[in-house]
Structure formats: structure tokens, C-alpha cells
């Protein structure tokens, strides 16, 4: 499960890369997963996940809020 974001399910997605003359080469795009160490106030422990950094923000307002991770 390399590379992929626990909470988003975000992972690499496959496309193609164009040039100025038309020519297509696939290529990856890899989304962006950093670990990320976070409390969880419901079991009052650290829990370390994978996610990705658009979730972040989303991760940041949930606990500003109280909700549990």
C-alpha cells in the first residue's frame, strides 16, 4: 500500500505527457503523501498516518473543531 493516502484514498493516476509537437509519453503523477503524527482525543494517543497534503487542511479543521481523527 506504497503511496497512497489512508483518509483521501488519493493515489498515483497514469496519463500522458505532451510535447509542442503532439508526441505523447506516459508518465505518473504522484500525489503528494507525507506522514503526518497527529493526536487522536478520543484514545488520547498519537497515531502516525499517511495523508495527503490536501487533506491536511481538512485534518486541521476537524481538530480545531474537537471531532476525533
Known amino acids: 500500500m506504497a503511496r497512497t493516502c489512508?483518509?483521501?484514498?488519493?493515489?498515483?493516476?497514469f496519463g500522458n505527457t505532451r510535447s509542442h509537437s503532439?508526441?505523447?509519453t506516459?508518465?505518473?503523477?504522484?500525489?503528494n503523501i507525507q506522514k503526518k503524527r497527529?493526536?487522536?482525543p478520543?484514545?488520547?494517543?498519537?497515531?502516525?498516518?499517511?495523508?495527503?497534503t490536501s487533506y491536511l487542511r481538512t485534518l486541521a479543521k476537524r481538530l480545531q473543531q474537537g471531532k476525533s481523527v
Open 6 to 13: 489512508v483518509k483521501t484514498g488519493k493515489k498515483t493516476a
Open 22 to 24: 503532439m508526441r505523447h
Open 26 to 31: 506516459r508518465r505518473s503523477y504522484r500525489a
Open 38 to 40: 497527529v493526536f487522536d
Open 42 to 52: 478520543k484514545t488520547g494517543t498519537y497515531v502516525t498516518m499517511k495523508v495527503a
